[in-house]
């Protein structure tokens, strides 16, 4: 049984930064994609980002592309995703997702964490 559990959500004023964490167990974390989407209130959750199993290979949605940063410590199990010049429109709740297949389209990924928000104050 794979878990993930993401941390670091919270609340940061506009322009700030933030780390997520996604903690893995039940798995080889390198075994796995791994991917973070988010879902904003009244909306369709959407990818943001993608990294392969080697870690060789990312991709960003373009609203988040040249902000922020996904990686991954297999040593840890533990991907991340770092967010800087944060905005208002970043406000959601950021899932991490791992799976065989990766890339952007959510029904690649078998295993989802619940969820932690994040609040951008202008």
């Known amino acids: 049984q794979v878990q993930l559990v993401e941390s670091g959500g919270g609340l940061v004023q506009a322009g700030g930064s933030l780390r997520l964490s996604c903690a893995a167990s039940?798995?080889?974390?390198?075994?796995?994609?791994m991917g973070w989407f988010r879902q904003a209130p009244g909306k369709e959750r959407e990818f943001v980002a993608a990294?392969?199993?080697?870690?060789?290979?990312?991709d960003y949605a373009d609203s988040v592309k040249g902000r922020f940063t996904i990686s991954g410590d297999n040593a840890k199990n533990t991907a991340y995703l770092q967010m800087n010049s944060v905005t208002p429109e970043d406000t959601a709740v950021y899932y991490c997702?791992?799976?065989w297949g990766g890339g952007r389209g959510s029904a690649n990924y078998a295993h989802w964490g619940q969820g932690t928000q994040v609040t951008v104050s202008s």
């Open positions: 997702a791992g799976g």
């Open positions: 039940g798995r080889t974390f390198s075994s796995y994609a």
């Open positions: 990294i392969s199993r080697s870690g060789g290979n990312t």
